[in-house]
């Protein structure tokens, strides 16, 4: 039960990226089903994940987790607080504000790569060295969660900031028909210049059902 929540209405969205291809080159179809599959997708993967972050709502764009009303923030403090003092407060401001436990968090690749190769005062990485685990036990993890939580290392996030949330349950991405792919040769007089254009799209809709799960960290 939620306490006199607020109606809000969130508009489905287009996403969408084409690219152009010799016509000699559609004929190799194994070569558009890779480009297609692999290339594409990964592409529009990458710009969904940078509007579901960051959209500012206008036009075909979303409105993004950290352009919403009602997150919460926490701001590192000076030393001797560090940036993973900072991001366990947010895990607990989480539960603290909706009783819901955090349950991952999202980090620029600069900042993790910070995280990832402090040391001790011995020179040893907390994290783990590049042949073992940490302090000379097990073996190297490709990205070392932080405080246990599931951790995504992405661009999407800007440099400075983590987001830390109960993303499962305070964030839900309505699909409306999943991806489009279309190819033309009449995109602007392309058909005299042998030119197959291809475009590779989706619809969707982001709900932020309770803002107060999701925290934006700021780090000095």
Request: charged content about 20%; hydrophobic content about 40%.
């Amino acid at each position: 039960h939620f306490v006199n929540p607020n109606p809000v209405t969130d508009n489905v969205k287009k996403i969408a990226g084409w690219w152009d291809t010799s016509d000699e080159m559609i004929e190799d179809v194994p070569f558009m089903v890779s480009e297609i599959n692999n290339r594409g997708l990964y592409l529009l993967a990458l710009a969904e994940e940078n509007q579901l972050l960051n959209g500012d709502g206008t036009g075909s764009n979303l409105l993004g987790i950290l352009n919403r009303s009602g997150i919460q923030t926490v701001t590192q403090a000076a030393a001797p607080d560090t940036a993973q003092d900072a991001i366990f407060r947010a895990s607990t401001a989480v539960q603290t504000a909706t009783g819901l436990s955090a349950d991952a968090i999202l980090i620029n690749p600069a900042d993790y790569q910070a995280l990832r190769l402090a040391k001790d005062a011995n020179g040893q990485y907390y994290g783990g060295g590049f042949f073992y685990g940490e302090y000379g036990v097990g073996s190297v993890e490709e990205k070392p969660p932080l405080w246990g939580l599931r951790t995504i290392v992405t661009a999407a996030v800007p440099a400075k900031t983590v987001v830390v949330g109960a993303f499962r349950a305070a964030v839900i991405v309505y699909r409306k028909g999943g991806v489009r792919v279309e190819s033309t040769n009449s995109d602007l007089g392309k058909f005299t210049k042998d030119i197959t254009t291809t475009r590779i799209e989706e619809r969707l809709a982001l709900a932020l059902r309770i803002p107060s799960a999701i925290v934006q960290v700021t780090l000095l």
